[in-house]
């Protein structure tokens, strides 16, 4: 009776209700009370792990699944040069644009000491990862059009030797998902989204709007941009020119970086306005968003979380600095939703500071309070994102975070899982699964441990981000959130199974 009155009032407040049963639990499920997703930042499976033993990586790289075409359809004779450095500015040893001219048309390892010898501690230039560019660089499936529609020319193809990292030999120990894809196409903000709601943030009227120059100008087959007349016609000769390169689609649907309607926002509030709000006259201050999240459901059914922000605090304090700790205000999903507003219970209870350096979500973990179903956002210099901080910082940081957790309490029954939120714009040599319009995008690395892993093994399930709302949602007997239905009918739709839930990875008491 009180899960019907909750969810009338959650109807109540301007929620779907379409919303489906739960599949049926797997025996052996209940044996996990914990579950920790750690959400990283912006890494290509084959970027990170393309060398990892027993996985689908660089060793199944052959010219006919790497060679990159130009704009024209023609193969390029050489990678563009790393427009503009590849290594950030500031950053020592700096790589210019000059030294990256005439690399060969393929992979090539970034960290080489015969090459460029820029290794893991050092922050690269940052590339493009958008909605629309994402699948013109995917092209159908061929992935040949990375360099093509990138702002980084030939960074695209690099790729590191992953067994120097932390996570790396946690992943040897443990399970490495190697058909792992981002939830949708594009970049860190629609792909938090995936990650709490499966759904695309709407701008309603947008060409009503302050947001009306925002709107993408988009081809007719509905996944490119209209280039510019003054476009370069190679990728030889310079970076893409698009007639407008939007952060919402023609039909309104934000696809590209916004700013949370609620503070902390990247824009100040209103002059006149609540202090506790961003500005909505901005052109990207996002409208408060009303879909359903995995929370709510939580929630209606009794089951603690909630999400730790790293440097949630001193964003809010406005004491964030780049680069420590650069924390990014549109990696907040939550805070997008009316039902998180300022002053919610909701918000006080699930809406929680990580800490600087991830300290008060350490404290949690160390003393046995995590809740039921948690999920860690490290801060901008911990996340391993290209362009504002370097891959090593952020991965030994995350290892960190998993020795504790291996310590904690509730570690006996408890599943992690690390995955990155997309792929940075790094090129991967596998194909995404055809499903519907919004995705799934590049591969990406993700990591299953649990004293219930198939220890040791490399995990071929097709998943991807919403693959962790499928576990939430089976674990916990949830309703199916609607955007996880129509993903999996789109993908039957294309003669492909449905998303795994990382059931797969794990080793079950029955």
């Known amino acids: 009776m009180k899960r019907s009155v909750a969810l009338m009032a959650l109807l109540a407040a301007g929620l779907p209700a379409a919303l489906t049963p739960a599949q049926a639990q797997t025996p052996g499920l209940s044996a996990i009370d914990t579950v920790v997703v750690i959400f990283a930042e912006n890494r290509s499976f084959d970027n990170l792990y393309g060398n990892f033993p027993g996985a689908n990586g660089l060793q199944n790289v052959t010219p006919a699944n790497s060679t990159q075409l130009d704009r024209d359809g023609s193969v390029l004779k050489e990678l563009p040069p790393v427009w503009n450095n590849l290594t950030a500015k500031g950053v020592t040893p700096v790589v210019t644009q000059a030294q990256t001219e005439h690399l060969p048309n393929k992979p090539f390892a970034i960290d080489d000491p015969k090459g460029f010898n820029t290794q893991l501690g050092v922050t690269t230039h940052d590339l493009w990862h958008l909605f629309y560019q994402n699948q013109m660089q995917i092209d159908g499936g061929k992935n040949d059009k990375f360099a093509a ?251 960190d975070v998993i020795a504790h957790l291996q310590k904690s309490p509730q570690w006996p029954h408890m599943l992690i899982v690390l995955t990155y939120d997309e792929n940075g714009g790094f090129w991967d040599h596998v194909a995404p699964p055809k499903a519907d319009r919004w995705g799934p995008g590049s591969r990406i690395p993700a990591l299953i441990v649990s004293p219930f892993a198939k220890k040791g093994t490399v995990d071929h399930t097709q998943y991807d981000t919403t693959s962790i709302l499928r576990f939430i949602t089976k674990r916990f007997d949830l309703p199916e959130l609607p955007g996880l239905a129509k993903r999996d009918a789109a993908l039957r739709a294309n003669g492909l199974p449905p998303m795994g839930d990382l059931t797969a990875a794990l080793s079950l008491p029955q």
């Open 149 to 399: 529609y990138a702002d980084a020319g030939g960074l695209v193809m690099g790729h590191y030797d992953g067994s120097k990292l932390p996570l790396w030999n946690i992943a040897k120990d443990y399970v490495l998902a190697d058909n792992f894809f981002q939830g949708a196409f594009g970049g860190s903000f629609l792909n938090h989204f995936e990650l709490v709601c499966a759904c695309v943030p709407v701008y309603p009227n947008a060409d009503k709007s302050p947001a009306k120059d925002l709107i993408a100008a988009v081809e007719p087959d509905g996944v490119s941009l209209t280039l510019a007349a003054n476009s370069p016609k190679s990728a030889l000769e310079g970076i893409p020119k698009f007639v407008r390169n939007g952060q919402i689609s023609p039909d309104f649907y934000a696809v590209n970086t916004m700013q949370p309607p609620y503070q902390p926002s990247n824009n100040k509030p209103a002059p006149e306005g609540d202090k506790r709000f961003a500005d909505p006259s901005k052109p990207n201050t996002l409208p408060p968003q009303h879909d359903v999240t995995v929370g709510d459901l939580l929630s209606l059914k009794g089951i603690s979380w909630a999400w730790y922000a790293g440097a949630w605090q001193a964003a809010l304090d406005g004491k964030n600095a780049k680069p420590v700790p650069n924390f990014q205000f549109h990696h907040q999903p939550f805070n997008f939703f009316a039902q998180y507003a300022p002053g919610t219970q909701a918000r006080a209870d699930h809406l929680k500071d990580g800490g600087l350096g991830g300290v008060e979500f350490i404290k949690a973990i160390d003393d046995g309070h995590l809740p039921q179903v948690t999920f860690y956002k490290p801060q901008g210099n911990l996340n391993a994102h290209a362009g504002y901080t370097d891959v090593m910082s952020g991965d030994r940081h995350m290892a």
